[in-house]
């Protein structure tokens, strides 16, 4: 249902824009409470979420025998944190851009006709720590137990969010009614053509560039390199999951010179985690949903905290078609100040870009694979020499 869901979300936008005016305000309210009794019970379930995703990648990191996997977590560490701290120049620059939006008074904006809202029960940031702990902790003393155990959570995890797809589409249309009756859909419609071209063109930019650096500057093995990456970035462009994508990106690797232990041992270990699409994109989205509605711009030591946290993350991110937005609304929510309908609209545009995420998350992990195996022949070149 997935790969449909960019166009259920597009026909979606288009009808509600149609039926609109016959919709009374009764029911206009009652969808809006249904959006937000969703976003409640997501919010809920997260922290849940995140620790057992995070659980299970520590308890593999613990069980972990090979040397690499220290130093390929410590890249993409790196590389992830890089790229969404290059997405905060973007994000300024999307954010005077002119995407004001004269919001309604309270008076006249849509209120819910009836919302359940359950309580925060814990933070988002303890359900990292303790996930990595414990999954690092049990993973050493007890293997197998510990393994067990993940498993289980990954099946529970992935059950839950596959089937929270299918609520996708109410969870979005009553924020899209509220934002019509608000008056904003009309302007967010008409700017946010823009923003997805500032996405791409700064997330692919930045993967071009490793690739060229990588390729020691000469533009034939920068066009054969990338060339090598295409059938699996097609892959993921069309399925939306980089691990449907995982063999052709192996190959693809392999070909640009990736066949160190490390590089190649990079491509499966970064397969959900390593996500520089991501990394530009949401940061990118965050910014100009705060500018249409009115928020103000996060200071660099905001910014930076958030950043921290959206890296770690990234190690909790569901291997699920739409997990990459999902673990981060909390984030969202707790350190750039997002409501209810930001995190809605961000959710949607998410989805409706994910297959160019996709295929510049597969671009981007080839890419450092190509560099790792440039720096580890470099080396053993160096070694021999000597």
Same mark, same amino acid.
């Given at each position: 249902?997935?790969?449909?869901?960019?166009?259920?979300?597009?026909?979606?936008?288009?009808?509600?824009?149609?039926?609109?005016?016959?919709?009374?305000?009764?029911?206009?309210?009652?969808?809006?409470?249904?959006?937000?009794?969703?976003?409640?019970?997501?919010?809920?379930?997260?922290?849940?979420?995140?620790?057992?995703?995070?659980?299970?990648?520590?308890?593999?990191?613990?069980?972990?025998?090979?040397?690499?996997?220290?130093?390929?977590?410590?890249?993409?560490?790196?590389?992830?944190?890089?790229?969404?701290?290059?997405?905060?120049?973007?994000?300024?620059?999307?954010?005077?851009?002119?995407?004001?939006?004269?919001?309604?008074?309270?008076?006249?904006?849509?209120?819910?006709?009836?919302?359940?809202?359950?309580?925060?029960?814990?933070?988002?940031?303890?359900?990292?720590?303790?996930?990595?702990?414990?999954?690092?902790?049990?993973?050493?003393?007890?293997?197998?137990?510990?393994?067990?155990?993940?498993?289980?959570?990954?099946?529970?995890?992935?059950?839950?969010?596959?089937?929270?797809? *299918? !609520?996708?589409? #109410?969870?979005? %249309?009553? &924020?899209?009614?509220?934002? /019509?009756?608000? +008056?904003? @859909?009309? $302007?967010? =419609?008409?700017?946010?053509?823009?923003?997805?071209?500032?996405?791409?063109?700064?997330?692919?930019?930045?993967?071009?560039?490793?690739?060229?650096?990588?390729?020691?500057?000469?533009?034939?093995?920068?066009?054969?390199?990338?060339?090598?990456?295409?059938?699996?970035?097609?892959?993921?462009?069309?399925?939306?999951?980089?691990?449907?994508?995982?063999?052709?990106?192996?190959?693809?690797?392999?070909?640009?010179?990736?066949?160190?232990?490390?590089?190649?041992?990079?491509?499966?270990?970064?397969?959900?985690?390593?996500?520089?699409?991501?990394?530009?994109?949401?940061?990118?989205?965050?910014?100009?949903?705060?500018?249409?509605?009115?928020?103000?711009?996060?200071?660099?030591?905001?910014?930076?905290? *958030? !950043?921290?946290? #959206?890296?770690? %993350?990234? &190690?909790?991110?569901?291997? /699920?078609?739409? +997990?990459? @937005?999902? $673990?981060? =609304?909390?984030?969202?929510?707790?350190?750039?100040?997002?409501?209810?309908?930001?995190?809605?609209?961000?959710?949607?545009?998410?989805?409706?870009?994910?297959?160019?995420?996709?295929?510049?998350?597969?671009?981007?992990?080839?890419?450092?694979?190509?560099?790792?195996?440039?720096?580890?022949?470099?080396?053993?070149?160096?070694?021999?020499?000597?």
């Amino acid at each position: 249902m997935f790969k449909k869901m960019p166009f259920v979300l597009i026909a979606e936008f288009l009808l509600i824009a149609l039926i609109y005016p016959y919709l009374s305000m009764d029911l206009k309210s009652f969808l809006y409470g249904v959006s937000l009794s969703l976003k409640s019970g997501i919010v809920f379930f997260l922290p849940l979420i995140v620790f057992s995703l995070l659980f299970k990648s520590a308890v593999q990191m613990s069980r972990q025998a090979s040397k690499w996997i220290l130093g390929i977590l410590v890249v993409i560490c790196i590389s992830n944190f890089t790229s969404t701290m290059l997405s905060y120049v973007v994000g300024k620059a999307v954010y005077g851009m002119d995407l004001s939006i004269a919001l309604p008074s309270e008076g006249s904006s849509l209120q819910p006709l009836a919302a359940i809202y359950l309580p925060k029960w814990i933070g988002n940031d303890m359900a990292m720590f303790s996930g990595l702990l414990l999954g690092i902790f049990l993973g050493w003393i007890r293997p197998k137990g510990a393994q067990t155990i993940a498993n289980f959570a990954e099946k529970a995890v992935s059950f839950f969010l596959k089937g929270f797809l *299918f !609520a996708i589409p #109410f969870f979005i %249309a009553g &924020f899209v009614i509220k934002m /019509v009756h608000d +008056g904003m @859909i009309k $302007v967010i =419609l008409q700017s946010y053509s823009l923003i997805f071209a500032f996405v791409a063109a700064s997330v692919f930019t930045y993967i071009s560039l490793i690739y060229f650096a990588a390729s020691k500057g000469s533009v034939r093995a920068f066009i054969q390199s990338v060339k090598n990456m295409l059938p699996a970035a097609f892959v993921g462009f069309g399925s939306m999951s980089s691990a449907a994508a995982m063999p052709l990106a192996l190959i693809g690797a392999e070909k640009n010179g990736a066949d160190s232990p490390a590089a190649k041992s990079f491509i499966p270990a970064s397969v959900n985690i390593h996500l520089m699409g991501d990394c530009f994109a949401i940061p990118i989205f965050a910014f100009a949903i705060l500018k249409s509605f009115g928020a103000a711009e996060p200071t660099l030591m905001s910014y930076l905290i *958030f !950043a921290l946290y #959206f890296v770690m %993350a990234k &190690f909790s991110v569901a291997a /699920v078609p739409g +997990g990459g @937005i999902l $673990v981060m =609304l909390p984030i969202l929510e707790a350190y750039l100040g997002f409501d209810a309908s930001m995190l809605s609209l961000i959710t949607a545009l998410y989805i409706l870009f994910d297959p160019l995420i996709t295929m510049a998350n597969i671009l981007g992990n080839g890419a450092i694979a190509m560099s790792l195996g440039k720096i580890f022949k470099r080396q053993i070149l160096l070694n021999l020499s000597q």
